[in-house]
Protein backbone atom coordinates (compact mmCIF):
# COMPACT_ATOMS: atom_id res chain seq x y z
CA UNK A 1 0.00 0.00 0.00
CA UNK A 2 1.57 3.75 -0.78
CA UNK A 3 1.60 6.52 1.26
CA UNK A 4 2.89 10.36 1.26
CA UNK A 5 5.37 11.41 3.01
CA UNK A 6 5.18 14.95 2.75
CA UNK A 7 3.01 15.65 6.00
CA UNK A 8 5.47 13.97 8.17
CA UNK A 9 6.53 15.79 11.33
CA UNK A 10 9.27 13.75 13.02
CA UNK A 11 10.16 14.58 16.97
CA UNK A 12 14.00 13.29 16.82
CA UNK A 13 15.11 15.20 13.05
CA UNK A 14 14.25 17.78 10.71
CA UNK A 15 12.27 16.80 7.73
CA UNK A 16 10.84 18.84 4.77
CA UNK A 17 10.24 18.14 1.18
CA UNK A 18 11.53 19.94 -1.98
CA UNK A 19 9.22 18.61 -4.49
CA UNK A 20 9.72 15.34 -4.84
CA UNK A 21 12.94 15.16 -2.65
CA UNK A 22 12.75 15.01 0.60
CA UNK A 23 15.32 16.46 3.03
CA UNK A 24 16.80 15.34 6.41
CA UNK A 25 18.28 16.94 8.78
CA UNK A 26 19.75 15.92 12.57
CA UNK A 27 18.43 19.14 14.73
CA UNK A 28 21.68 18.79 17.65
CA UNK A 29 24.13 21.39 16.16
CA UNK A 30 25.30 22.60 19.30
CA UNK A 31 26.84 18.81 19.41
CA UNK A 32 27.68 18.65 16.32
CA UNK A 33 24.06 16.50 15.66
CA UNK A 34 24.84 13.02 17.56
CA UNK A 35 22.19 10.58 17.49
CA UNK A 36 20.03 8.72 20.05
CA UNK A 37 18.42 5.72 20.45
CA UNK A 38 15.56 7.87 19.65
CA UNK A 39 16.72 9.30 16.74
CA UNK A 40 18.12 5.94 15.13
CA UNK A 41 14.79 4.38 15.37
CA UNK A 42 13.01 7.27 14.18
CA UNK A 43 15.35 7.85 11.10
CA UNK A 44 14.90 3.54 10.86
CA UNK A 45 11.26 3.79 10.41
CA UNK A 46 10.96 6.43 8.36
CA UNK A 47 13.24 5.09 5.88
CA UNK A 48 11.07 2.13 6.20
CA UNK A 49 8.17 3.76 5.14
CA UNK A 50 10.11 5.36 1.86
CA UNK A 51 9.85 2.08 -0.04
CA UNK A 52 5.79 2.77 0.21
CA UNK A 53 6.21 6.72 -0.53
CA UNK A 54 5.26 7.64 -3.90
CA UNK A 55 5.61 11.40 -3.52
CA UNK A 56 9.43 10.95 -2.66
CA UNK A 57 11.68 10.54 -5.19
CA UNK A 58 14.59 10.87 -4.09
CA UNK A 59 16.32 11.76 -0.83
CA UNK A 60 19.02 14.67 0.41
CA UNK A 61 20.60 14.27 4.05
CA UNK A 62 22.19 17.62 4.52
CA UNK A 63 24.39 18.93 7.55
CA UNK A 64 23.34 21.37 10.29
CA UNK A 65 25.26 24.21 11.52
CA UNK A 66 28.27 23.10 9.60
CA UNK A 67 28.52 19.38 10.74
CA UNK A 68 26.72 16.41 9.50
CA UNK A 69 26.62 13.87 12.37
CA UNK A 70 28.86 13.43 15.53
CA UNK A 71 27.57 9.64 15.65
CA UNK A 72 26.07 8.20 18.75
CA UNK A 73 25.35 10.91 21.68
CA UNK A 74 28.59 9.66 24.44
CA UNK A 75 26.24 11.05 27.33
CA UNK A 76 22.66 9.32 26.05
CA UNK A 77 23.95 6.06 24.23
CA UNK A 78 27.47 5.12 25.00
CA UNK A 79 26.63 5.63 28.89
CA UNK A 80 23.83 3.11 28.90
CA UNK A 81 25.30 0.70 26.92
CA UNK A 82 27.95 0.42 29.39
CA UNK A 83 25.11 -0.74 31.58
CA UNK A 84 23.09 -2.97 29.23
CA UNK A 85 23.59 -6.80 29.33
CA UNK A 86 24.46 -9.24 26.02
CA UNK A 87 20.85 -9.09 24.90
CA UNK A 88 20.20 -5.49 25.21
CA UNK A 89 23.55 -4.76 23.91
CA UNK A 90 22.46 -7.34 20.53
CA UNK A 91 18.76 -5.59 20.53
CA UNK A 92 20.58 -2.07 20.04
CA UNK A 93 23.35 -3.56 17.11
CA UNK A 94 20.89 -4.98 15.26
CA UNK A 95 18.56 -1.85 15.71
CA UNK A 96 21.52 0.09 14.30
CA UNK A 97 22.26 -2.32 11.49
CA UNK A 98 18.52 -2.18 10.45
CA UNK A 99 18.81 1.44 9.99
CA UNK A 100 21.34 0.66 7.21
CA UNK A 101 18.96 -2.28 5.96
CA UNK A 102 16.60 0.39 5.63
CA UNK A 103 18.37 3.00 3.67
CA UNK A 104 20.05 0.43 1.08
CA UNK A 105 16.44 -0.99 0.37
CA UNK A 106 13.83 2.18 0.72
CA UNK A 107 14.27 2.43 -3.28
CA UNK A 108 14.91 5.91 -3.10
CA UNK A 109 18.25 7.26 -4.38
CA UNK A 110 20.03 8.82 -1.23
CA UNK A 111 22.54 11.64 -1.42
CA UNK A 112 24.97 12.34 1.58
CA UNK A 113 25.92 16.18 1.47
CA UNK A 114 28.54 15.95 4.03
CA UNK A 115 29.86 18.88 5.98
CA UNK A 116 32.09 19.17 9.26
CA UNK A 117 32.09 16.48 11.08
CA UNK A 118 30.69 12.86 9.99
CA UNK A 119 31.88 10.29 12.55
CA UNK A 120 30.95 6.85 13.76
CA UNK A 121 27.24 6.54 12.55
CA UNK A 122 27.57 9.72 10.95
CA UNK A 123 30.13 8.08 8.71
CA UNK A 124 27.98 4.97 8.32
CA UNK A 125 24.44 7.35 7.06
CA UNK A 126 26.71 9.03 4.40
CA UNK A 127 28.71 5.64 3.36
CA UNK A 128 24.89 4.37 3.37
CA UNK A 129 23.69 6.65 0.87
CA UNK A 130 24.06 6.59 -2.98
CA UNK A 131 25.72 9.61 -3.99
CA UNK A 132 27.91 11.52 -1.67
CA UNK A 133 28.77 15.46 -1.93
CA UNK A 134 31.31 16.84 0.44
CA UNK A 135 33.14 20.44 1.48
CA UNK A 136 36.40 20.93 1.59
CA UNK A 137 36.39 20.75 5.95
CA UNK A 138 34.51 17.70 5.91
CA UNK A 139 36.27 15.35 8.05
CA UNK A 140 35.03 11.81 8.20
CA UNK A 141 35.87 8.81 10.56
CA UNK A 142 34.95 5.09 11.21
CA UNK A 143 36.58 5.84 14.78
CA UNK A 144 34.89 3.03 16.59
CA UNK A 145 38.38 1.46 17.50
CA UNK A 146 39.05 4.61 19.01
CA UNK A 147 36.51 3.48 21.98
CA UNK A 148 37.43 0.18 22.32
CA UNK A 149 35.17 -1.84 19.53
CA UNK A 150 35.84 -3.61 16.25
CA UNK A 151 35.55 -1.46 12.71
CA UNK A 152 32.83 -3.66 11.69
CA UNK A 153 30.04 -2.07 12.80
CA UNK A 154 26.42 -1.48 10.80
CA UNK A 155 27.70 -2.89 7.84
CA UNK A 156 30.95 -0.95 7.28
CA UNK A 157 33.79 -3.92 6.70
CA UNK A 158 31.11 -5.03 3.97
CA UNK A 159 30.75 -1.60 2.19
CA UNK A 160 33.77 1.02 2.98
CA UNK A 161 35.62 -1.69 0.83
CA UNK A 162 33.56 -1.80 -1.97
CA UNK A 163 33.72 1.84 -2.08
CA UNK A 164 37.25 3.16 -1.82
CA UNK A 165 39.04 -0.47 -2.01
CA UNK A 166 40.20 -2.62 0.76
CA UNK A 167 43.68 -1.44 1.76
CA UNK A 168 42.59 2.17 2.69
CA UNK A 169 38.79 0.82 4.27
CA UNK A 170 41.33 -1.24 6.49
CA UNK A 171 43.58 1.54 7.34
CA UNK A 172 40.37 4.16 8.34
CA UNK A 173 38.89 0.64 10.34
CA UNK A 174 42.08 0.23 12.18
CA UNK A 175 43.19 3.12 12.60
CA UNK A 176 40.11 5.64 13.34
CA UNK A 177 41.22 8.50 11.37
CA UNK A 178 39.53 11.09 9.82
CA UNK A 179 39.44 10.55 5.63
CA UNK A 180 39.89 14.34 4.23
CA UNK A 181 37.63 15.34 1.61
CA UNK A 182 40.26 15.17 -0.98
CA UNK A 183 41.35 11.49 0.07
CA UNK A 184 37.45 11.01 -0.04
CA UNK A 185 37.11 11.99 -3.29
CA UNK A 186 40.21 10.78 -4.92
CA UNK A 187 39.42 7.37 -2.74
CA UNK A 188 35.79 7.51 -4.78
CA UNK A 189 33.80 7.80 -1.77
CA UNK A 190 32.78 11.27 -2.55
CA UNK A 191 31.41 12.26 -6.12
CA UNK A 192 32.60 15.68 -5.68
CA UNK A 193 33.93 18.12 -3.05
CA UNK A 194 32.11 21.81 -3.26
CA UNK A 195 32.38 24.57 -1.13
CA UNK A 196 29.97 24.91 1.71
CA UNK A 197 27.79 27.52 0.46
CA UNK A 198 27.30 25.48 -2.37
CA UNK A 199 26.59 22.41 -0.47
CA UNK A 200 22.69 22.36 -0.28
CA UNK A 201 22.33 23.72 -3.36
CA UNK A 202 23.98 21.32 -5.53
CA UNK A 203 23.02 18.23 -2.99
CA UNK A 204 19.49 19.37 -4.08
CA UNK A 205 19.62 19.98 -7.41
CA UNK A 206 21.58 16.88 -8.40
CA UNK A 207 18.69 15.15 -6.47
CA UNK A 208 15.89 17.00 -8.51
CA UNK A 209 17.80 15.82 -11.78
CA UNK A 210 17.39 12.27 -10.36
CA UNK A 211 13.87 12.53 -8.97
CA UNK A 212 12.89 13.91 -12.58
CA UNK A 213 14.11 10.45 -14.17
CA UNK A 214 12.21 7.30 -15.04
CA UNK A 215 11.82 6.67 -10.87
CA UNK A 216 10.34 3.20 -11.17
CA UNK A 217 13.67 2.46 -13.49
CA UNK A 218 15.86 4.13 -10.83
CA UNK A 219 14.08 1.74 -7.97
CA UNK A 220 15.13 -1.17 -10.16
CA UNK A 221 18.79 0.56 -10.23
CA UNK A 222 18.94 1.08 -6.41
CA UNK A 223 17.98 -2.29 -6.06
CA UNK A 224 20.24 -4.46 -8.75
CA UNK A 225 22.83 -2.16 -7.00
CA UNK A 226 22.89 -4.17 -3.74
CA UNK A 227 21.35 -7.40 -4.91
CA UNK A 228 24.55 -7.88 -7.08
CA UNK A 229 27.19 -7.97 -4.48
CA UNK A 230 25.96 -11.36 -3.56
CA UNK A 231 26.43 -12.84 -7.26
CA UNK A 232 27.78 -14.37 -9.63
CA UNK A 233 28.25 -12.43 -12.69
CA UNK A 234 26.28 -14.88 -14.95
CA UNK A 235 23.87 -14.47 -12.22
CA UNK A 236 23.88 -10.44 -12.09
CA UNK A 237 23.89 -10.29 -16.19
CA UNK A 238 20.47 -12.84 -15.80
CA UNK A 239 19.20 -11.29 -13.04
CA UNK A 240 19.37 -7.40 -15.25
CA UNK A 241 17.86 -9.10 -18.23
CA UNK A 242 14.78 -9.65 -16.16
CA UNK A 243 15.07 -6.39 -14.21
CA UNK A 244 15.15 -4.65 -17.60
CA UNK A 245 12.59 -6.19 -19.53
CA UNK A 246 10.54 -5.18 -16.62
CA UNK A 247 11.55 -1.74 -17.13
CA UNK A 248 10.86 -2.29 -20.93
CA UNK A 249 6.90 -2.60 -20.27
CA UNK A 250 7.05 0.83 -18.30
CA UNK A 251 5.01 3.98 -19.42
CA UNK A 252 7.85 5.58 -18.89
CA UNK A 253 9.78 3.83 -21.81
CA UNK A 254 7.34 4.60 -24.24
CA UNK A 255 7.53 8.08 -22.85
CA UNK A 256 10.82 8.17 -23.79
CA UNK A 257 10.75 6.55 -27.19
CA UNK A 258 7.65 9.22 -28.68
CA UNK A 259 10.00 11.82 -26.81
CA UNK A 260 13.06 11.24 -29.04
CA UNK A 261 11.03 10.43 -31.91
CA UNK A 262 9.80 14.33 -31.30
CA UNK A 263 13.05 15.33 -30.84
CA UNK A 264 11.71 16.28 -27.02
CA UNK A 265 12.70 15.83 -23.77
CA UNK A 266 10.93 13.07 -22.10
CA UNK A 267 9.06 14.03 -18.92
CA UNK A 268 8.62 10.87 -16.79
CA UNK A 269 5.92 10.15 -14.76
CA UNK A 270 7.43 7.19 -12.68
CA UNK A 271 4.91 4.31 -14.41
Known sequence: MSKTMAALKPAH???RMDGAVAVIQLNRPERKNPLTFESYAELRDTFRDLASADDVHA??????????CSGGDVHEIIGPLIAMDMRQLLAFTRMTGDLVKSMLHCGKPIIAAVDGVAAGAGAIIAMAADLRLATPSAQTAFLFNRVGLAGCDMGACAMLPRIIGQGRAAELLYTGRAMTAQEGE???FFNRVVTADALEREALALAQRIAAGPTFANGITKTQLIAEWSMSLD???????????????TNDFQRAYRAFIAK???????D
Open 264 to 270: QKPVFEG
Open 235 to 249: QAIEAEAQAQAICMQ
Open 186 to 188: AWG
Open 59 to 68: VVFLPNGGNF
Open 13 to 15: FLW
